[in-house]
């Protein structure tokens, strides 16, 4: 991954040459970024390809193609030649009634279709639309259908022509280019199930791609054969980490980039599900003025690790890049976190996210204060001698700071079930740091003390005139 200009080609082209110099160890495809053409066979194209075995990868050894998709649908009926010699050669294959060209390879180019599908007619492969059953020109089906046909046939091509005896490296150079985000994933999903079905020369195949696609990167991101990297612009090298937890986590943000890039959302980095459940209920009751996207961690490790990844993930994505992450207090005091750019980075002024239970706009929410909170407690002290908790909610009814920096993950929902309150403690303080407004920023509101007022002014009011 990386920007524009980044140098994404040229590497990849650095690559292709390098390994083709070395034929004898490597075995490489190289898919250019621009694909240009109509998926039909073309008899110059036959013929220059016959011709001149080096021809097809001089033509794609630039950004811009022309007869790309023609060489495609040379390359894709040779794919059918191959694999049915491999049906001839391998019983098992040949014996198992499910298995031919049409299931094991037309089939997984069909899964990329939606509005027309490619078929065997009498002479040469068609396209019908799905409406109507009417053969579809070529020329006439859009430019994404086209696009997907093509790169399938590539893909499936040198899947069904690696050579055992070498190293076999395909690089797709941009393969997500005219493709909607769906068929983004899609076709990832396709060089998956192309890897699973030649796991056997896994340890002699490499698929390289370079993209700007995040539903790509994310549709990759399950599977144990997929790394990552950053290409950077002037920097020669790649570094390529396996897709970890980290990645699965920020998945779902980059999901719905259509819609996040209309709601300008920002990820949300917490450390805990109770965090992400109170964030879910702030942005649901401030109606979408609370711009966020929780994304869970689970623990304070992995929140470190997840900040690092999309630190480096957001600045080869965006223009201008901001995320943010929240930690527990976990008892420090102003001790402040410092900012990972582009990850704002903070720090509850309070033990966890649970202890604002016990500001008085949390209360509020609950109908009541914090002396009718005292009231309520002492209360229910006194009836309740030998409930287990009855010590903490003592200690936290005679408190001078509302224990403020002490944990009281055990007595949290009792709290609210003290005050007769039947809503989770989640959505007391979820609707309470939703009911927010600038006003309180000003006047004295203990739940942003507890909440810290750096984090609330520039989460909760980044868009605040």
């Not at 109606?287 to 900040?307: C, D, H, M, T, Y």
Request: a negative charge.
């Amino acid at each position: 991954m990386g920007r524009n200009g980044a140098g994404k080609s040229r590497f990849l082209r650095d690559i292709e040459e390098a390994t083709n110099r070395n034929k004898q160890h490597f075995y490489v495809r190289y898919v250019s970024p621009e694909r240009a053409g109509s998926f039909k066979r073309d008899g110059n194209v036959l013929t220059n390809m016959s011709s001149f075995p080096d021809w097809l990868r001089q033509s794609r050894a630039v950004n811009q193609a022309n007869n790309f998709k023609s060489a495609s649908a040379m390359l894709f009926r040779e794919a059918e030649t191959l694999y049915l010699r491999r049906l001839a050669n391998t019983p098992a294959i040949r014996m198992d009634p499910t298995r031919s060209f049409e299931t094991d390879r037309l089939s997984k180019v069909n899964q990329l279709l939606t509005n027309i599908s490619l078929v065997m007619g009498n002479a040469d492969f068609e396209f019908r639309s799905l409406a109507d059953g009417q053969t579809v020109s070529p020329d006439n089906i859009s430019s994404g259908e086209s696009e997907a046909v093509s790169l399938a046939a590539e893909i499936l091509y040198f899947f069904d022509t690696i050579d055992p005896t070498k190293f076999n490296v395909l690089l797709l150079d941009e393969p997500d280019v005219h493709l909607h985000p769906d068929l983004q994933a899609r076709l990832g999903k396709l060089i998956i199930t192309m890897l699973d079905e030649f796991k056997s020369h896994a340890d002699s195949i490499a698929v390289c791609l370079s993209t700007h696609s995040s539903p790509l990167v994310c549709s990759l991101a399950d599977s144990r054969y997929v790394s990552i990297g950053t290409k950077s612009f002037a920097v020669d090298t790649v570094e390529l980490n396996p897709t970890s937890a980290e990645l699965r986590k920020i998945a779902p943000f980059f999901g719905h980039p259509l819609s996040l890039s209309l709601s300008k959302d920002v990820p949300l980095i917490l450390e805990g599900e109770d965090d992400e459940r109170v964030w879910q209920q702030a942005a649901r009751t401030s109606q979408g003025r609370i711009k966020v996207f929780p994304v869970l961690a689970g623990s304070v490790n992995q929140q470190g690790e997840l900040e690092t990844l999309c630190a480096s993930l957001f600045r080869t994505l965006y223009d201008n890049p901001i995320a943010f992450s929240l930690r527990d207090g976990d008892g420090v005091v102003n001790q402040p976190l410092e900012h990972q750019p582009p990850i704002k980075r903070y720090r509850l002024q309070c033990y966890a996210i649970e202890n604002a239970l016990l500001t008085d706009p949390c209360l509020a929410v609950m109908g009541t204060t914090w002396e009718g909170f005292v009231v309520a407690a002492t209360k229910w002290v006194r009836e309740n001698p030998e409930h287990p908790d009855t010590a903490h909610i003592k200690e936290l009814a005679e408190s001078n700071d509302r224990l403020q920096h002490q944990k009281i993950k055990k007595i949290r929902q009792l709290v609210c079930a003290v005050l007769g309150c039947k809503k989770p403690w989640e959505v007391v303080v979820g609707q309470a740091i939703g009911s927010l407004t600038n006003n309180d920023l000003v006047d004295s509101n203990m739940l942003i003390t507890f909440l810290g007022a750096e984090m609330v002014s520039e989460v909760i009011f980044r868009n605040a005139a």
